[in-house]
Each structure stands twice: as structure tokens, then as C-alpha cells.
């Protein structure tokens, strides 16, 4: 059994449950796996956009929050605005042409949605062991 404080136990002489149990773990340490860098890609982001600290905030926030922070912070107009934001089709999906003061937020971003994609991609194999 491993030292994760959220494993389940196993039972002194139950050998077909303690089967069940090691398979349960050993499934939800492969969620942990997949869903740890995402809270931590997530919570890099919503600090850099200032975000942190209000309840419920999440990626559609700072998405909408970045245009925004462009135009105020950054004395953009909408041309400029336009041409910053590219939604492209390969990875990180997204292409935002780099703003000085908005760094931190934009390349938290990218690596916010980079981690979602790679979790998508280890989805599939942790879904047929639950099959």
C-alpha cells in the first residue's frame, strides 16, 4: 500500500476486497496524477491574474479578464486587441502575442490549458480501467 493519506486500507484476511481496494488506489492516484498539475497550472494562473482570491474565478475569467487588462493596462485599441489574440489549432491553442506587463498571466495561461489537454489525452486509459 503506498503512503497517500487518502488510500483506502486494506482488510486483515479479505483478500477478494483487498483487490478491489488496491485497484480503487491505484485509480485514484492515476486521478491525482492527471488532475495534480491542473491545480497547479490553475492556481499559478489565477495568481498571476490576480484572480486568487475570489471565490469561484476560474480559466473563463482570466479569459475574459486578459483583453480587458490589455486594453486598460496596456493602452490597446481594438485593432491592436485583434491582432493579439490568435486562437490557433495546435498546441497551446491559444496564441497571445506577449505583453510585458502581462507575462506572468500569459504564459500561465498557455501552460493552464496545456496541462487540460494533457490530462484529455490520460483520460482514456484511466476510463477503461473503470470499465
Known amino acids: 500500500m503506498s503512503d497517500d493519506k487518502d488510500d483506502l486500507p486494506t482488510l486483515e484476511g479479505a483478500d477478494s476486497i483487498n483487490e478491489l481496494i488496491t485497484n480503487f488506489n ?3 492516484s492515476e486521478w491525482k496524477a492527471i488532475k495534480g498539475p491542473i491545480d ?6 489565477m495568481k498571476a ?3 486568487d482570491k475570489t471565490p469561484g474565478a ?4 482570466v479569459l475574459l479578464g486578459l483583453p480587458l487588462s490589455m ?3 496596456c493602452n490597446m485599441d481594438k485593432d491592436k486587441l485583434l491582432k493579439s489574440i490568435k486562437f ?4 497551446p491553442f ?4 506577449q505583453v510585458e506587463r502581462l507575462t506572468g498571466i500569459v504564459t500561465s495561461f498557455s501552460e493552464w490549458i496545456m496541462a487540460y489537454v494533457d490530462g ?10 473503470l470499465a
Request: charged share 25%; with cysteine; proline share 3%.
Open 49 to 51: 491574474s490576480g484572480l
Open 26 to 28: 491505484g485509480m485514484q
Open 40 to 45: 497547479e497550472k490553475k492556481a499559478a494562473c
Open 58 to 61: 476560474g480559466i473563463i475569467h
Open 94 to 97: 491559444i496564441k497571445i502575442d
Open 71 to 73: 486594453i486598460a493596462d
Open 120 to 129: 484529455v489525452l490520460k483520460l482514456p486509459g484511466l476510463a477503461l480501467k
Open 88 to 91: 490557433v489549432e495546435e498546441a
